[in-house]
């Protein structure tokens, strides 16, 4: 069986206990993207594995592998992001923000701009600059655009109008959707839609002017600036949200536990 070590700095986006000593890791790196490792003797407390070996910490990892398994031979901390060990609502967010890292993510592909996007977003959810909800709405939108979900913005996805009095998000048919095909298509927009209420067919959510703007302004920014917008309306805002959540959990197929128990602590 052939052996071999790497080197690597990796966010690790998800811990599991193993056995009494051990923890199974995932790891998400620049090159070697999503890749599963075990850290023996990582929950001893005086193991030097311990510290770096947890969830939601940057840090570099020096891997042994044997075959398709690889082990963790040494480790170092580069970053911690503390808030998101303490807080309860921060803990579940950030994991869910993990979990659909995961899922976006492929064993073996370079992670892209997807790695930098959520160590920018767990730093964002450490300060108290930013709104935590659209914090993780541009997360979402971020992350479903640059994972091959990227929604048209520019022009109504059925009739290519740039214009119109109002625009619909089409969530499963991928872009925006004029008021006038709106009106003369059977689907009636939805007013309320559940959170797990992915696998619909067809899910149509009125966006006012401001969301679209903050929908383009989301998928198109340079990453550094991606959190440097707001929304005043509180109306807004929500609507905001929900498309991004909806959007991201439809084209995904699937809902989190980790997002359901944010939403019963954050609401
Ligand atoms: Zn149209």
């Known amino acids: 069986m052939a052996t071999y070590d790497i080197t690597t700095d990796a966010l690790v986006i998800r811990a599991v206990e193993q056995g009494e000593h051990d923890r199974l890791l995932t790891l998400l790196c620049p090159k070697e993207g999503r890749i599963t490792v075990i850290a023996k003797g990582a929950r001893s407390l005086r193991n030097k594995l311990m510290s770096p070996c947890r969830a939601f910490v940057w840090g570099n990892f020096e891997l042994h592998y044997k075959g398709d398994m690889a082990w963790v031979r040494d480790a170092s901390v580069i970053k911690t992001f503390p808030a ?52 993780k709405a541009a997360f979402e939108l971020r992350a479903a655009a640059i994972s091959g979900y990227l929604p048209e913005l520019g022009e109504c996805i059925r009739c290519e109008k740039q214009d119109s009095l109002a625009f619909y998000l089409d969530v499963m048919g991928g872009g925006i959707v004029c008021s006038e095909c709106i009106a003369s ?37 340079p990453l550094k600036r991606l959190l440097s917008f707001g929304i005043s309306s509180e109306v807004d805002k929500k609507t905001f949200c929900r498309a991004a959540e909806t959007y991201v959990l439809n084209h995904l197929e699937r809902g989190f536990a980790s997002l359901r128990l944010y939403h019963e602590l954050s609401e």
């Open 84 to 135: 998101l060990e303490k807080d309860i609502e921060l803990i579940y967010l950030a994991q869910y923000i993990s979990d659909v890292s995961c899922e976006l993510s492929g064993q073996g592909e370079p992670a892209g701009e997807l790695l930098p996007l959520v160590l920018n977003t767990f730093h964002a959810l450490c300060s108290d600059k930013y709104d935590r909800a659209l914090v």
């Open 185 to 221: 298509s059977p689907e009636l927009p939805e007013a309320e839609i559940p959170v797990d209420s992915f696998g619909m067919r067809s899910i149509i959510l009125p966006i006012s002017p401001t969301v679209l703007a903050a929908m383009r302004y989301v998928v198109s920014a």
